[in-house]
T-cell receptor, first 114, second 112 residues
Framework: GAGVSQTPSNKVTEKGKYVELRCDPI?????LYWYRQSLGQGPEFLIY????????DSGLPNDRFFAVRPEGSVSTLKIQRTERGDSAVYLC????????????FGPGTRLTVL | GENVEQHPSTLSVQEGDSAVIKCTYS??????FPWYKQELGKGPQLIID?????GEKKDQRIAVTLNKTAKHFSLHITETQPEDSAVYFC???????????FGAGTILRVKS
């Protein structure tokens, strides 16, 4: 596609529920990243995939957060037992991988936990 | 780990003036420094980047400078226009892995 796409654009859920956020990277990009952005702050790294495997998941805040990329393209970020503190914009980015550093971001999913 | 500090947090300039945003980083092994522009309700847009083997890079009205010794890098926007109004983020890629560490952002307002 022309750019990184993310669905849904907005998600409202209740505390304790399970949510899935989807990212569709730029075609041909092998690297995919998830970041979280709270109001008034810069994005914070969550996890990075190279192909199908998670190369770095050091930013996941706890075991309620999990992400997959089973075929090396689309990725899903999964959050179990959501808490109000999980409310944020979840951003996905992709890059060509290898020596190419440029990361291109999607529009984000705004998650609100009531 | 890497830490990036960004100043100022807000910047107001008159249309046509220049704007400068500064960042410092902590990891001397960091080797890639992108700048992003974020408009309300949108994702960050890559506007310019610089690698550690280069001291300066320019693209039309935008330039970035890097001082590796001082661990500083700066974004310079000349001849500012109202459409330059947005939040600007600097970032650094540390020695380990591919993740970007972002500054807290600068709200730029260009007054016409």
């Amino acid at each position: 596609g022309a750019g990184v796409s993310q669905t849904p654009s907005n998600k409202v859920t209740e505390k304790g529920k399970y949510v899935e956020l989807r990212c569709d990277p730029i075609s041909g990009h092998t690297a995919l990243y998830w970041y979280r952005q709270s109001l008034g702050q810069g994005p914070e790294f969550l996890i990075y995939f190279q192909g199908t495997g998670a190369a770095d998941d050091s930013g996941l805040p706890n075991d309620r957060f999990f992400a997959v990329r089973p075929e090396g393209s689309v990725s899903t970020l999964k959050i179990q037992r959501t808490e109000r503190g999980d409310s944020a914009v979840y951003l996905c980015a992709s890059s060509r991988g290898g020596a190419r550093d440029e990361q291109f971001f999607g529009p984000g999913t705004r998650l609100t936990v009531l | 780990g890497e830490n990036v500090e960004q100043h100022p947090s807000t910047l107001s300039v008159q249309e046509g003036d220049s704007a400068v945003i500064k960042c410092t980083y902590s990891d001397s092994a960091s080797n890639y420094f992108p700048w992003y522009k974020q408009e309300l309700g949108k994702g960050p847009q890559l506007i310019i980047d610089i690698r550690s083997n280069v001291g300066e890079k320019k693209d039309q009205r935008i330039a970035v400078t890097l001082n590796k010794t001082a661990k500083h890098f700066s974004l310079h926007i000349t001849e500012t226009q109202p459409e330059d109004s947005a939040v600007y983020f600097c970032a650094a890629k540390g020695r380990y892995g591919n993740k970007l560490v972002f500054g807290a952002g600068t709200i730029l307002r260009v007054k016409s």
